[in-house]
Each structure stands twice: as C-alpha cells, then as structure tokens.
C-alpha cells in the first residue's frame, strides 16, 4: 500500500468513526482531522482541516471512505468468505448474488445512522467547488481500491460494495456465459450506487426482499443483455424443475421438467456440458429397458432413444468422445431391441444412433470405421424419405421452405457423409457430395440465408480445405460464419468452429498473425469456453494458436504450449486429437532445428495409430518422419518413409491427396538440392496439373502455397515443363 493509501485509509477510519455518533451537518473537518491515527512520518502537532481537505479534495470523498472502511469492518465480522466456484445453474447463480447483497443489505440495517450521514454528505458540494476559478479536471487518486472509492466519491457515486460484489457479479455471470474484461467489476459499481441509494431510503424494509429486488435489478439490466435473452427460457424451466423435485420427485412430471431444462440448454449450444449432465439425469428418471411397460408405452420408448441420442450430441460436441459413443450405442442398442415401436420408428431410430455414432468415430480419428456406419445410415435414411413420398429424398416436388422430418434426417446425414468421406482421404468425392447438400438445401429451402443453407456452406468450407482450396475455402467459411454468428451467440459452439475452421484455412496460407487475432478475439481460446462449451475446441484452437506463434517467429513459446496441451490429453490414447497435438509438436520442433526431438514424439504416435482407420493421419506422421529423417542426414530412411506414403494411394486416399503431393514436391526438392535433375519431371506433374478434377478443380487451388513452391523448383530446375495455360482475353477488350 503507497503513503497515499495509508492516509485515505486513516482518514476513512476516521470519518467512520466521527460519522457513527454525529450528524453530518454537525461535522467538522479539524474533528475528523483530530481523530486520524497514523505515523507522523517527521511531523509533529495535531492535524488540521487543511491537511485533511488537501488529502480528500471533498467531503464527498470523506464520506465515501468513511462508508468503505466501515463495511470492509462489518464483512470481516462477518467471516471469512467461501471460494467462490462457478454456479452449476442459473437460480444457484442468482441466489449467490442475493447472499452477496444481503450482507450490504444486513450492513445498513446495522449502521443505519452512518448511512443516512453519508446520503447527506454525498451530495454536498462546497462553496469552493461552484467558483469559476476551481479546477474543471478531477484529482488524480491512486490505483486500487481506496483510489476507486475516492473517485467515485468524488463524482457523487457510492462504490463502497463493489469489491465486494465483481468476484460475485463475475462468478454469477460465468454460469451462463463468459463476461468481458471488466464488465463484472463495472456492474459491480452501479450495482454498489444502486443498492446504497435504495437500500438508505428504505431502512424499514425486509432485508430478504430488498437483496432480491436488486439481484433482479442485475439480473435484468446486466446478466441479460450480456447472456442473451435465452436465459429467460433456462430461468423458467429450472425453477419449473426444482417446483416438481419438491412436490412430485421422482415422478413423469419432474422428467417432464428436467426435459424442459434439457431443450432450454440444447437448444443455444453454448452450455453443452451440462446439457449431457442434465441429459444423463433424465435419463435416470425413465423407466429402464425391460421395466414393466408404462402408460406411456411406445412414448417411453421414444423418450430413452431421444435423450441418449441428445446427451451423445453435447458430450460430442463438447469433447468426451467416450461417453458419447457409449450414448450413442445404448440409443442403438434400445431401437433395435425394444418392441414398443412401429418398425419404420425402430428404423428411423436405429438410423439416427449409426449416423451420430459415425460422427463420432470420425472424431476420434477412425474416419473409415465411422463413414461406413453413416453410409449404412444414409441408405436408411434414403428408404424412409422414399417412403415418405419423397422420392430420392432430395425434395418431393414440394415448395421451397418446406422441409419434412425424413428429408432433414437425409439432408443431415448426406452432410455428415461428406465431411467423412474427407476426413477419411476421399476429397474428390467428399467435396462433391458437400456441394450436392449446399443445392439440395438451396432448392428445398429457398433462402440462402437460412441457417441450415448456411451450415451447409460450412461443410462445404471444410471440405475445400481438406481437398486443397484454402482461398476458396476461406472465402466459403468467412462468409457462412458471418451469416451464422449474426443468427447465433458469440459464446455458443458453432460461431467458435467456424472462427476455428477460418484459422486453418489461414494457417494454410502461411497467414500467421491473422490466425493469431482471429483466435485471440474469440471466446474460444478462454478456459471458460474448455470447461463449459467445448474442451475439444479449445484444444483445437490451443493447437492453431500455437503453430501460427512457431510460424511467427516464437518457436519456443509454441513448444511449449504444444507441450503442456500434449499432457493434459495423454490420458486420451490414440484419440485423433491427441495425436494431431503431437504431430503439431514435431513439427514445431523440426522447424526450430531439434530433429531428433520431433522424431522422438513421431515414434509416440506411431505406435498408437492405425493407418488402415485414419489414412490422412497416417500421411502426416510419415510425411514428417521423412523430413526429420532429411533433417538428420538419413536419406535412405527418408525415402523409405516417402514410398511409404505414396502407397498410401491404395490404402484409401486420393491419388491426389495435398497430403501426397506434399511428399511428392519433399522428394523432388531433396534432389534438386543434391544436384540430381532425374524425375523431377514426373513428381511435379500432379503439382502444377491445372486440369480439374471430377470436383470441377485441380488437385490443388490457385494460390495454394505448396503450389507457389512447385512452380518455384520447376523454374528454378529448368527441368520441369511448366503447362501452359490459354491465354484468357476478356470479350469487352477483344
């Protein structure tokens, strides 16, 4: 604490002391002034009146420390405080807010003459103040809590609660969304202005109620205009529940409650955690598999199977890809075992679990396991819109807008279809099949700005990115996720994937400081955002975040980062995403020189992955292996990684894959630089072939940088027959 704080502290002390037993008209500033204890500090005599209005400026100020120090007293009595850990629900993190202004509340009942002096002394101004030659600009005060009472006691504000209501205001906030750098301290000070005023003019009211109204007052002014208003849907469905928890307990109309609260969390995604948490303890109120039948009968049924395949989606999203597969299986397991539904129910059912079961291995890094169970789906699927009157599924003749529960089912599992077929090294179909999904939904729907258009597009972003057009990509996934994040909180799920997906695209431009902002300007990189949306995200983002540092020159702070997120995933095993971490890792560490050290976690990750169920990440660890071998001088084992890796054309990727040209233009630049000019022809050739692919593109997109480098080598071999492209006139110039 600076001397400056010493003496407001004092002096605050003091003017608490005089305040408690006089009036405030009746004060005067040599009594205050009197009553001050502090060290001399060198001086001698009683303290006079102009050493205190030299200290305070105002008595404004004065009464305002004097209002601080004495509620910091009464807290103290009241006891140490609890730690304050994040409110599972909203009514908790309301009810912790009211516990915090109940003890303000508490205080001015305690110390109602005090307060009432200082009401009067708040809004004083002195005679002195009003002259024209008075200073226009405030006094400077010192940073810190005393200096924020100081200067807001100078403006005629009370903030004396507000230290004492930010960690709450921010905790509170944290239960349903992640508050901005200095927003909880901000409501905290109107809150404290708020609550001395109201609370002052009401000494005789209920100090319960009165510590309600204002934790309502907050709620409505602050918490939900940050939020959004889809708390008020949570609010209400969770006192519903609680309302049934103690009246009916155990009974259908507390599962119907707790489902209330379940589509209240689902339907945002932002809190995803607990909507599997809240999923999981509605499926503990329905009946189990095999119990007597209830009234409810196929009702039942339909309930188990809805809310497993929920509780799976928000543990897939979030991140726990165990737990999520196991919801999905005991879905599937109920559909095609229980009698209680019609068959095209079962089938439909049945259906849904194998197409989000093959999302989830495709996220666990098993592409070619889980693209064969949504191909099982989608045929399903294709036999229930059929029988719907769909036809082919892909619109019925009906009009546009219209959208029928059998050609969403379809539409969904198309889209997931592709991004499987992409992830399992098949990009030309992948990519294909994404666009079909864009034009069916754009016929279907009509709107271009429908949401799920819009979804759509994102997918077919990520598609052109695996298949090697990262403009094109980047243009698909800037203006989708512009679309969606206008429809959407800046705190869900999707708004942060996409941001994420535009970060990739960006890296793979070699953009590293644009990937570096767009990352650090979302909610995505925050441990709010791991603990209550998305751990799998975050560690997605974490990763971006780190190989766009090591690409801008902090090598060593990105090995780092890419080290500590590698420990916390270890548990993790051969998931997809720890394995990308280390690849990541070794590449950092190849690329600051330490080949050995990249080689040694590459050897980690191969013996854990399958190359047979993740053929593109099998590509990247022998892709990087052969560099770290080059690195080493150890060209026969370079090159034997590198014919690994071709090979990798009948394992299932594309003979075209950026992932084999990659090894492609590595081979053909090792010989360039060992002076051998024998078949730098053939490797380049797939490179700089511009003819299109059956996705209407070739093999990688203008201003792909591994094509700048082919065409770079190719010039600068003088071996290489670059294709010559038509010359394009424009018509208006011919």
């Known amino acids: ?80 405080r609890e730690r ?13 807010l009211t516990q915090a202004l109940l003890l303000v509340a508490r205080f001015h009942r305690a110390e109602a003459f005090l307060t009432q002096q200082v009401q009067l002394g708040i809004g004083d101004i002195a005679t002195s103040e009003k002259r024209q030659s008075a200073p226009q600009e405030p006094p400077g005060w010192p940073d810190g809590a005393l200096g924020r009472a100081a200067s807001a006691g100078w403006s005629g504000r009370i903030v004396a609660y507000a230290d004492h209501l930010a960690p709450v205001i921010a905790a509170s906030a944290r239960a349903v969304c992640l508050p901005p750098p200095g927003w909880a301290r901000a409501c905290a000070e109107k809150l404290s202005d708020l609550a001395f005023d109201a609370l002052t003019d009401d000494p005789d009211g209920p100090v319960d109620r009165q510590a309600a ?11 939900v205009p940050l939020a959004g208003t889809w708390i008020n849907d949570l609010d209400v469905a969770e006192r519903a529940r609680d309302v049934a928890r103690r009246s009916a307990p155990g009974t259908p109309a507390e599962a119907d409650a707790q489902a209330g609260v379940l589509r209240s969390l689902l339907d945002t995604g932002i809190l995803l955690r607990r909507a599997a948490r809240e999923a999981g303890e509605l499926s503990g109120l329905l009946p189990a598999p095999g119990a007597a039948p209830s009234p409810a009968g196929g009702a039942g049924l339909r309930s188990r199977c809805d809310v497993q395949n929920r509780r799976g989606l928000a543990l897939l999203r979030y991140g726990d890809l165990e737990a999520a597969q196991a919801s999905f299986e005991y879905s599937l397991e109920i559909s095609e075992e229980e009698k209680g539904l019609a068959p095209e129910e079962t089938a439909a059912y049945a259906a849904r679990a194998r197409h989000h079961l093959g999302e989830t291995l495709v996220e666990a890094g098993r592409p070619v396991e889980g693209r064969r169970l949504i191909e099982q789906a989608r045929v399903a699927s294709v036999e229930q819109a059929r029988a719907a009157g769909e036809d082919d599924g892909t619109g019925g003749g009906e009009e546009p807008g219209a959208a029928s529960q059998a050609w969403r089912r379809l539409t969904l599992t198309a889209q997931a279809a592709a991004l499987a077929a992409v992830r399992a090294g098949r990009v030309v179909e992948g990519l294909r099949e994404a666009e079909a999904v864009v034009t069916d939904r754009q016929a279907r729907l009509g709107d271009p700005g429908d949401i799920n258009v819009v979804a759509a597009r994102v997918s077919l972003g990520e598609a052109l990115l695996e298949a090697g057009q990262p403009i094109e990509a980047r243009h698909v996934l800037q203006e989708a996720g512009r679309q969606r994040a206008d429809l959407l909180q800046p705190t869900a799920y999707w708004p942060n994937h996409d941001i994420v997906r535009v970060a990739q695209a960006e890296l793979v431009l070699r953009d590293p400081g644009t990937v570096v902002r767009l990352l650090e300007r979302a909610p995505v990189l925050d441990d709010w955002f791991a603990a209550q949306v998305s751990f799998r995200l975050w560690a997605q983002a974490r990763v971006l975040h780190a190989r766009a540092r090591a690409l801008g020159e902090e090598a060593g702070a990105a090995v780092t980062a890419l080290g500590e997120l590698a420990a916390l995933l270890a548990p993790a095993g051969s998931d997809a995403l720890l394995l990308s971490v280390r690849r990541a890792l070794a590449e950092t560490l190849l690329g600051g020189g330490e080949p050995e050290e990249a080689l040694g976690v590459l050897r980690t990750v191969q013996a854990v992955e399958s190359g047979a169920a993740d053929p593109p990440g099998r590509a990247r660890t022998l892709l990087l292996t052969a560099r770290c071998e080059d690195a080493r001088g150890d060209d026969k084992a370079a090159s034997r990684h590198r014919a690994t890796l071709a090979n990798l054309a009948s394992a299932g990727l594309d003979p075209r894959h950026p992932l084999l040209l990659e090894g492609r233009y590595d081979e053909a630049a090792r010989r360039f630089e060992t002076g051998r000019f024998d078949g730098l022809d053939e490797l380049l050739a797939p490179l700089l072939d511009r003819e299109p692919l059956a996705h209407g593109r070739p093999a990688l997109g203008d201003g792909h940088p591994l094509l700048l480098k082919a065409v770079a080598l190719a010039d600068r071999s003088g071996a290489v027959r670059l294709p010559r492209a038509p010359r394009q006139i424009l018509w208006e110039d011919a």
């Open 84 to 96: 304050l850990d994040t409110p599972v629900a909203l009514v908790e993190a309301r009810d912790l």
């Open 213 to 223: 109204a204002l934790g309502a007052h907050w709620y409505e002014r602050h918490l």
């Open 1 to 80: 604490m600076s001397a400056q704080e010493r003496r407001l502290s004092a002096i605050g002390e003091a003017a608490a002391e005089v305040l408690r037993h006089t009036d405030y008209h009746l004060v005067r500033a040599e009594d205050v002034a009197a009553a001050v204890r502090l060290s001399r500090e060198g001086h001698s005599g009683r303290r006079s009146a102009v050493w205190l209005y030299n200290e305070v400026k105002s008595r404004r100020v004065l009464v305002a420390l004097a209002l601080r120090h004495a509620f910091v007293e009464f807290a103290e009595r009241a006891g140490p």
